[in-house]
């Protein structure tokens, strides 16, 4: 990909991202190894890269980190942060060390602080126009295995699925 190319697509993704803040008060980015990426020249990854991850961006203008979510698929990323940001949105405030339900979702979550957030989020540091090193705050959404047991449990059903906060750079 050229420069002209490289440029182009930065700035549909930019507007793309606007306008999804805008229309819904935040933009979801899913990363997925194995499914390839948009960006012209660009054949996707590895997916022994890590696992899938998907993060908001747009909380951080109403005053609260990002949220970050490991090992799920498009389909449930989208559908917890979509749920926790409207908590958010209404008020809720998340911080490490809480516990979140869902009605509709079997799994807990652990709120996490994301200790290198900049080697992880940057559409949202683009947007926000933050340098790597002076990243926006992020939170880690932990879930439980079928078994109700974390990551940080003996047993945990896979622990390479969410990787640990501070373990993990894209």
């Not at 948009?38 to 990002?66: Q, R």
Request: glycine residues 12%.
């Amino acid at each position: 990909m050229n420069d002209a190319q490289r440029i182009a697509w930065i700035d549909q993704s930019d507007a793309e991202v606007s306008a999804n803040i805008r229309r819904f008060g935040t933009h979801i980015v899913y990363v997925s190894w194995d499914g390839g990426c948009s960006a012209p020249g660009c054949s996707g990854g590895d997916p022994s890269d890590g696992p899938p991850f998907g993060y908001t961006v747009g909380l951080f203008g109403l005053g609260h980190p990002e949220l970050l979510i490991f090992g799920a698929n498009a389909e449930t990323t989208a559908g917890v942060l979509n749920e926790l940001t409207e908590r958010i949105r209404a008020g809720t405030d998340l911080v490490p060390g809480e516990l979140v339900t869902f009605a509709g979702w079997p799994h807990r979550i652990v709120v996490e602080s994301v200790p290198n957030p900049g080697q992880i989020v940057f559409e949202a540091n683009r947007f926000y126009l933050r340098p790597d090193e002076a990243s926006v705050p992020v939170l880690q959404l932990t879930y439980d295995d079928r078994q109700g047991r974390f990551p940080w449990e003996p047993g945990y059903a896979a622990p390479d699925k969410q990787p640990r906060p501070g373990t993990f750079r894209a």
